[in-house]
């Protein structure tokens, strides 16, 4: 008995031995080509994409390599080197707006194709803006599309009843008039709608494809697409591998064989691997590892600017942050260059308002320059300022109250300083609440918290990305706060074809909000990430990740 | 052999005048509890552990008094600063005392390892006990209540019970008691069925002793020595428990510290070349995983009667 | 003996449906909604997502559809991922897992036996000394503080070995590592302690005394013997290994079940959640139940009574 049980034992391990042999490599979904020898950029997607189809994105894990993928009837085009981007055609050549310009006309390129050698028509954009819309598709993003007339009818429909559903969808506003020409009709005039095209949702699908099949994204053998790159590998949870699109319409530009997408999620190890030389680029950085590199001058390190907020909601609905004297003196209790130079150490600056610098006002300007500071740090008055405050609240001392914070180091050491400060600036008790990121956002929905930390990266250059959060109607709103001249401000802006007009109600609906403060601003972000110094060509457009297609490795 | 010479009695003198002598135990008599202790001392390793734990002990208790900082004032122009004479053990990268921090984190740790091994022995005794006691039906069904709950990972009784409730103290406390106290009843209950056929309990039930008197008075004494070995090496793994959950963010709330969440904080220290704001907390880990496992032995083996010397 | 198995085998598949039962219920108490976001979410959207995933119906309803799909061996859709089925995750990631977990085990067990053979032998002295220290180590050491250093010195500084991921065998040796440090520094002390007892038996000094030679003597009859504990503690340690894995996956960016297990909670992927919860539940109770069917097997001296341990 004993003797069989130690050969069991042994041939076990020597099993065990052998399954060690081998490597990885399970569930791999090869599309055929795609050896990329040579000049292949590796980088980290820091998580697995919920899906590459551009209907189905979630956020930044997909749309980073998606955008690599993809390309939309306009594109950014880099000016300089600090992430300044015009916006020029890309699958379109030109384009005709209507004089109160809510009709937009878009002429395709000849010659277009997809990756698989399928031509590329009008229609296929008709196609995948209609999918994205169609209820049924469950498109997280859809709301993207509302400029478009009919578009929110037809998304926000509960219909069942498939004709009435079509008919709903025929009323949406974008018709492709012929195969090189695509038409579409807004419901207000939107400065911003030809950056808004290069987004995304607003990518194009090849209607045959999916019409074939319908689950083409999500394997890499089936994958098609028009942008720099088309998807060869995905292995999921572990890697992306895509390679040079040879169909794409400047193939010519893209100097990169390929590029290698891991899927880490520890930022230190994303650190640690792109110091042993597995990763090419590292993006976002930890912040300690960010004030190391910004001291040592690393030459392979890079700030740039982002057009981005970080800032606390106060919950108005609940006491005492429903009197705004409080709110105000929280807001100036805390020393914000303490924190952007000791924390996040990436030269971010101070925030004294909601719209980051970054944006383009009427007289050239930067918007935020032009609306200046709505505030400054004032503790003796923050003092003053909170007892009046508490007062009118009928409270003769401030209960104790959390700070609610998903769980990121960054997110963590910031609630630290500033539970500090507000308990040595003005004696007040204060907790902190890390919760997972799924659960902040459904308190905040609730308007279950006091304050909750927060942060808005622009969807697209202007200050309206950052205003439209906190109109009455928003689900990003989460504050309780409501103002009807706000709203109307807005609204005149959305509606006003006239860019003074606009840009005025704009700066006029910041000094609204920013004296009721129902948002404190903390500081304006920056992207600070670090790049092996043997590759040049990549741009870093202030709203997005870092964009590789015009990559060169030396 | 000489003919002439016959043995006597008057030949032979008895080594000892008393018989009873020959039967004498040479050692001296002592009791279990004594026995047990003596021998523990002779175990260097085990005293060393011992030794280390009450140092620790007093230094979490004055630490913090002795150091003149607070676990929680930031000075952001005194970071990440190496050990020195003004800073014992150097500052964090918030400008917050280490030493301070370390033997405050010491409290939070400790006491988060000691009640959990309490509470599990609080329940596990009561649980094993009544187990055991009632037998049959009763018994197989609670084991196997328990064994079910040894089922469910832990760590994801761990996360939800968080989440409900809300991170803290008391929650990590309590969350690792979920299913920490089933060792410990199955050990109490391994105890009672044994004890049970005593005929010294037999008489004790005949006489009409309720369930709790016997647990106190036949059960509990006489399985002491298993129980404080078991708790004593179930502190270590709440411990060692409590600086995973931190590494998962589920740990004690910010700005108290633990060991584990002084240890997650430096991760990121050691890549940018502050190490030893990893390895004290680290260090101390270790060292107290260390000094309770050498003393468990120490008193397992102390306990064993057949390792006496 | 296939009675005893039977019944074993009963009581491990109740566990898993109580445990299925368990963690369902639990789950849909916390707070917190997958379909919650940052970003503007209009109540049509979002009542389609509900829908595509039956989350509006009542809780009874969902349960038994979900039973219904478990019984066909389908886990259902993530919620987070309209590319992968929770199937696919399993069927991708266990493997992954499994090969990281066994290399672990074997180097565990592997160093675990040679360490602690080492230490009993040359008992007291210096070898035993170094072994224990080592393995007081691999206890002590939280695994997340191991697997940074471990990476930051072999992969960052030494450049040795790659840093992250899972691709070639070079991959595999610190997490490997990593993970095996517990099980090794637990085989070692377990070994250690039950080889010296065994060296002390009777008809172990009999074979020294008839001149066997000493491998033989080692081999043949001490460590059969004493690896007798070390196999009860092989379903532990396994255990172990399965939930330790989580924090290796993560560190090292290993696309294992582990990995998916915790972000399924954070996303609050109910699928997720439940499809890996069984499934580790399965493992383990698979696990334990072979334990114990292999230890009765070995020692013919442990009576088969009633399934009580």
């Known amino acids: 008995m004993k003797k069989s049980f130690s050969i069991m034992l042994s041939l076990v391990l020597l099993l065990m031995l052998a399954l060690t042999g081998c490597g990885g490599g399970n569930g791999e979904k090869k599309a055929a080509g795609g050896n990329t020898e040579g000049k292949v950029m590796r980088v980290n997607n820091s998580s697995e994409p919920g899906s590459l189809h551009p209907a189905k994105l979630q956020g930044t894990h997909e749309s980073w390599p998606l955008r690599h993928l993809f390309v939309g009837l306009t594109m950014k085009e880099p000016k300089g080197d600090n992430g300044e981007f015009e916006v020029v055609g890309a699958m379109a050549e030109k384009w005709d707006s209507s004089e109160d310009k809510k009709t937009y006309t878009f002429h395709l390129r000849n010659g277009l194709k997809w990756s698989n050698g399928d031509p590329l028509t009008a229609e296929d954009f008709e196609f995948a803006w209609k999918y994205a819309l169609n209820p049924n598709t469950a498109s997280d993003y859809a709301y993207q599309l509302y400029y478009i007339q009919g578009a929110e009818e037809y998304n926000s429909s509960k219909e069942k009843d498939p004709a009435k559903l079509k008919a709903l969808e025929d009323k949406v506003a974008v018709k492709a008039k012929d195969e090189k020409t695509l038409e579409v009709r807004l419901v207000n005039p939107t400065p911003y709608f030809l950056e808004l095209v290069s987004f995304y949702t607003y990518y194009p ?291 006003s074809s006239d860019v003074k007009v606009r840009m005025e109600a704009i700066h006029k609906a910041e000094d609204i909000i920013m004296k009721d403060m129902p948002i404190m601003p903390i500081y304006f972000y920056t992207k600070a990430y670090t790049l092996k110094e043997n590759i040049t060509g990549v741009f870093t457009p202030p709203d997005e990740y870092p964009e590789l297609k015009y990559a060169e490795i030396k | 052999m000489q003919p002439e010479t016959r043995l006597t009695a008057d030949m032979f003198r008895p080594v000892t005048d008393n018989f009873k002598d020959a039967e004498k135990i040479e050692r001296p008599s002592i009791s279990y509890r004594a026995d047990v202790w003596r021998r523990l001392k002779l175990n260097k390793l085990a005293m060393a552990g011992l030794f280390i734990i009450i140092v620790l002990v007093i230094m979490a208790i004055i630490g913090p008094m002795i150091s003149g900082y607070t676990y929680y004032k930031q000075d952001f122009t005194a970071r990440n600063l190496r050990p020195s004479a003004e800073h014992w053990f150097g500052t964090d990268s918030s400008g917050r005392d280490i030493f301070t921090r370390i033997w405050y984190g010491a409290r939070i740790s400790l006491f988060i390892g000691v009640m959990a091994a309490f509470i599990d022995f609080v329940i596990g005794v009561i649980y094993g006990g009544i187990s055991g006691l009632k037998g049959g039906r009763v018994d197989n069904i609670m084991m196997r209540i328990a064994e079910v709950l040894y089922s469910v990972p832990y760590l994801l009784m761990v996360i939800l019970l968080m989440v409900i409730i809300g991170p803290g103290l008391w929650t990590i406390i309590m969350a690792m008691t979920l299913t920490g106290w089933i060792p410990m009843a199955r050990l109490v209950r391994g105890q009672v069925l044994q004890l049970k056929e005593q005929e010294y309990v037999q008489a004790s039930i005949a006489l009409g002793a309720d369930a709790k008197w016997i647990l106190m008075k036949h059960i509990l004494p006489n399985t002491m020595g298993l129980i404080l070995v078991n708790v004593t090496l179930t502190v270590p793994t709440a411990i060692f428990a409590e600086a995973t959950l931190s590494f998962l963010g589920l740990g004690i709330p910010a700005p108290r510290a633990s060991w584990g969440t002084m240890a997650n904080d430096a991760l990121v220290s050691l890549l940018i070349g502050n190490a030893y704001q990893l390895f004290i907390p680290g260090f101390f880990i270790s060292l107290t995983m260390f000094a309770f496992n050498v003393l468990g032995d120490g008193m397992r083996d102390a306990l064993d009667p057949r390792m006496r010397k | 003996m296939l009675r005893y198995t039977l019944q074993r085998l009963g009581w491990a598949l109740l566990t898993l449906w109580v445990v299925v039962t368990l963690t369902f219920f639990l789950m849909h108490m916390i707070p917190g909604n997958p379909f919650a976001k940052e970003g503007k979410m209009p109540p049509g959207v979002y009542e389609n997502l509900m829908n595509y995933y039956h989350l509006n119906e009542p809780l009874y309803v969902q349960y038994g559809l979900y039973v219904k799909s478990l019984l066909s061996l389908d886990f259902g859709p993530s919620l987070k991922s309209s590319t992968i089925t929770v199937n696919d995750y399993i069927t991708e990631g266990f493997p992954v897992s499994l090969h990281l977990g066994l290399q672990a085990l074997v180097i565990g067990v592997t160093l675990g036996i040679i360490f602690g053979v080492i230490a009993a032998l040359y008992h007291n002295r210096f070898p035993d000394h170094v072994s224990m220290i080592l393995a007081i180590i691999g206890i002590s050491v939280p695994n997340f503080i191991l697997a940074t250093v471990l990476i930051h010195y072999v992969s960052v500084e030494w450049g040795l070995l790659p840093a992250a991921t899972w691709g070639t065998w070079k991959h595999t040796i610190l997490p490997s590592l990593a993970l095996a440090a517990m099980p090794m520094a637990f085989i070692a002390r377990l070994l250690r302690s039950s080889m010296l007892e065994v060296l002390g038996q009777d008809y172990i000094k009999t074979a020294k005394a008839k001149g066997l030679a000493r491998n033989v003597v080692i081999i043949k009859h001490t460590l059969r013997n004493a690896i007798l504990p070390v196999v009860t503690v092989l379903g532990i340690i396994a255990a172990n290994l399965v939930t330790g894995s989580f924090v290796i996956e993560h560190i090292f960016g290993i696309p294992g079940m582990g990995e998916m297990f915790v972000k399924g909670i954070f996303n609050r992927d109910y699928p997720v959640i439940l499809g890996s919860t069984i499934f580790y539940s399965a493992i383990l109770i698979f696990l334990i139940f072979l334990v114990d069917v292999m230890y009765t097997w070995i020692d013919p001296r442990i009576k088969v009574t009633g399934g009580s341990k």
């Open chain 1, 205 to 495: 699908v090849n209607k045959k494809v999916q019409e074939q099949n319908k689950d083409w994204a999500n394997d890499a053998k089936t994958f098609v697409s028009n942008g720099p790159f088309k998807l060869t590998e995905w292995k999921h949870k572990e890697g992306l591998k895509m390679v040079k699109n040879e169909n794409y319409f400047q193939k010519d530009r893209i100097k990169l064989a390929g590029i290698d997408w891991a899927m880490v999620e520890d930022e230190n190890t994303a650190w640690q691997m792109y110091r042993s030389g597995q990763l090419d680029l590292s993006y976002p950085l930890p912040g300690d590892v960010v004030g190391q590199l910004k001291g040592q001058n690393a030459p392979d390190f890079k700030i740039v600017p982002e057009y981005a907020t970080y800032f606390y909601r106060f919950n108005t609905q609940k006491k005492p942050f429903t009197n705004v004297k409080v709110r105000k003196a929280l807001a100036m209790a805390i020393e914000r260059k303490t924190i952007t130079e000791n924390i996040t150490q990436g030269g971010q600056k101070p925030a004294f308002a909601l719209v980051a610098e970054g944006s383009e006002d009427t007289n050239g300007e930067d918007f935020r320059k032009v609306g200046g500071d709505y505030f400054k740090e004032d503790i003796a008055e923050a003092k003053k300022l909170l007892a009046e405050g508490l007062k009118e609240e009928g409270m003769d001392k401030m209960p104790k109250f959390n700070i609610m914070y998903n769980n990121l180091d960054l997110h963590k050491r910031i609630a630290e300083a500033i539970q500090e400060m507000w308990r040595n600036n003005l004696g007040i008790e204060v907790g902190l609440e890390n919760v997972e990121f799924q659960v902040k956002i459904d308190r905040e929905h609730k308007l279950d918290y006091d304050v909750s930390r927060a942060g808005w990266i622009a969807d697209f250059i202007d200050p309206m990305t950052f205003m439209d959060m906190f109109t009455s109607v928003s689900t990003q709103n989460d504050t309780g706060w409501k103002s009807k001249s706000y709203d109307a401000e807005i609204n005149k802006a959305k509606q």
